[in-house]
Nanobody
Framework: QVQLQESGPGLVKPSQTLSLTCTVS??????????WSWIRQPPGKGLEWLGY???????SYLPSLKSRTSISRDTSKNHFTLQLSSVTPEDTAVYYC?????????????WGQGTQVTVSS
């Protein structure tokens, strides 16, 4: 069973870079047709997909946040990382990592429990 666990600071100051890591167990992040994603949910709003790093190492991002978002991976540690630069209070949210799985179409698999990140001075 694939398990994901987010880690990182819960408080980030405005204009700084938010950095979160998702550690995966039960599966290698290089397994075919797995796409390792970051999603967030601001208070009182719905889920927002931010991007993924694929089993190949390629990446895809939400266009509106692409200029501020970077997702990378470390295959030796079997984890992947989100960096969101120049944060504002609007980036306050619960951040989740999750797997997307599929060859012809993608569907969500396992999710982490989520981690609260607050942007405040």
């Amino acid at each position: 069973q694939v398990q994901l666990q987010e880690s990182g600071p819960g408080l980030v100051k405005p204009s700084q870079t938010l950095s979160l890591t998702c550690t995966v167990s039960g599966n290698s992040i290089t397994t075919d047709y797995y796409y390792w994603s970051w999603i967030r949910q601001p208070p009182g709003k719905g889920l927002e997909w931010l991007g993924y790093v694929a089993y190949t190492g390629s990446t895809s991002y939400l266009p509106s946040l692409k200029s501020r978002t970077s997702i990378s991976r470390d295959t030796s540690k079997n984890h992947f990382t989100l960096q969101l630069s120049s944060v504002t209070p609007e980036d306050t949210a619960v951040y989740y990592c999750a797997s997307l799985v599929g060859e012809l179409g993608l569907s969500f698999g396992s999710w982490g429990q989520g981690t609260q990140v607050t942007v405040s001075s």
